[in-house]
Each structure stands twice: as structure tokens, then as C-alpha cells.
């Protein structure tokens, strides 16, 4: 698969990588604001390595993190997408919809926009039955997202795999949604 169809909302258009959304995407994830919930920063040759893996990952599958664009400007604000981890997860296996904007970019409504389109995508597109998100239990902007999206949070927490035990970071909340419920709650 070479080309990637571009999904438009209201306000964005999320699509394949380009060349020029690299070096956005290496400041952005050098703002201390936009890293607050990972246990490490990434270096601009991590985040050229995540954003070329991305690239490549929507090249082969037709889906998976899209880079955001907002319409009216052209600006790259950032990834939404799909992606099915391949860590030691005790819910896997699972597609799983996460997000990162630019500190910029917050506040508009712009993730819960462009997650609905993702999970639009997954249910009808994938014919997937069952989308989830995870987050450290202090990330509430994250969670807040989940919310909005009418997600429901399981009871249980678990222990994130690559966070080091006894981290402020390492306990994480997991939100699901089903293919009917997000029928029935959908906008
Ligand atoms: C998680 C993250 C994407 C959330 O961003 P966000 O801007 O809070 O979330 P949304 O884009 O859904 O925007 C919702 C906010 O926009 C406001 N808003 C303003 N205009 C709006 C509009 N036209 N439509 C909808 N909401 C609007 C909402 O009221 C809400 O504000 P509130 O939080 O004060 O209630 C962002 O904090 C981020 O990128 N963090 C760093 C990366 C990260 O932690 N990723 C998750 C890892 S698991």
C-alpha cells in the first residue's frame, strides 16, 4: 500500500507523515509539558526514529498513528491514532487509540475530534469489536480524553511494563469501548 486516505473531521485532516512534520515533531516532544507523563524525554534521533516508524506502519497497514493537520492552517499539531502493542500487556492482544499534541494545540478540542474519527475508523473501516486507551493514573488530561469519548474505565489498574517499579508513573487505568456501545453513543 502506497497511499494513505486522508480522514477529515470538522477541523482536522489526519494523515501520512511528511518530511517537514519531522522536525515539529522532535520540538514537540523536547517540551517538557508534552512529555510530563513519560518517564523519559526522546532525543530528536528517537522521535525522527517514532515518526519514521509511523510512516512506515501506516504505509503497510493503511492505518495506525496518523499525523494531525488542522485544516484551516495547514499546521502539524501532532499524532492520534490506532496501534496494537506489542508489549507484555494484560489485555493483549488489543488496539489501542493514543495521543500527542503540541502544548499549542490543547484546549481546542482537537484530540476528542480527531479520537472519534480514529475510533470510527477502527469499528467500521477494521471492523474491530473493541477499542482501548491506557494511561498513567496521574495523566488526567489523557483520561479526561477517554472520558469524553465515552469510554468506561476498568476497576482494576495494572503495573506498566516499561515503567521501573515503584515509579510515580508506572500504575496505569485502561478505558474500553465496544463496537455497539460506540454505535449507541456516537455524535
Ligand atoms: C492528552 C492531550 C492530547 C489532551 O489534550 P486536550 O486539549 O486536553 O484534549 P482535547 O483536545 O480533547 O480538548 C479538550 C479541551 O478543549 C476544550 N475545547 C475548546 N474548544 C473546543 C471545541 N471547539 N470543541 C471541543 N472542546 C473544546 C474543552 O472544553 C476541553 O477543555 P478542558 O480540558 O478545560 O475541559 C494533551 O494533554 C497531550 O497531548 N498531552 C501530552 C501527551 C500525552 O500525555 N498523551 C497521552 C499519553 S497516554
Known amino acids: 500500500m502506497t497511499n494513505v486516505a486522508p480522514i477529515k473531521t470538522a477541523r482536522l485532516i489526519l494523515r501520512q507523515w511528511k518530511p517537514e ?18 518517564p523519559g524525554g526522546l532525543s530528536p534521533q528517537q522521535s525522527e526514529g517514532w515518526a519514521e516508524n509511523c510512516r512506515q506502519m501506516l504505509e503497510r497497514q493503511g492505518w495506525g498513528l496518523w499525523a494531525v493537520e488542522v485544516q484551516s492552517t495547514g499546521e502539524f499539531i501532532g499524532f492520534v491514532g490506532l496501534h496494537a502493542p506489542t508489549i507484555d500487556l494484560p489485555f493483549n492482544p488489543c488496539v489501542e487509540i493514543g495521543w500527542r499534541l503540541k502544548s499549542s494545540a490543547w484546549g481546542k478540542g482537537f484530540a476528542t475530534e480527531a479520537a472519534r474519527a480514529c475510533i470510527d475508523y477502527g469499528f467500521s473501516v477494521m471492523g474491530l469489536t473493541e477499542i482501548v486507551s491506557f494511561t498513567s493514573v496521574v495523566n488526567t488530561p489523557s483520561s479526561a480524553v477517554m ?20 515509579h510515580v508513573l508506572r500504575e496505569h487505568c485502561v478505558y474500553r469501548i465496544s463496537a455497539s456501545d460506540w454505535l449507541l453513543t456516537k455524535p
Open 21 to 38: 512534520d519531522v522536525p515539529q515533531f522532535v520540538a514537540m516532544n523536547e517540551d517538557p509539558e508534552v512529555m510530563k507523563y513519560f
Open 147 to 166: 472520558e469524553r469519548l465515552a469510554m468506561t474505565r476498568d476497576p482494576a489498574t495494572f503495573e506498566h511494563p516499561s515503567v521501573p517499579p515503584g
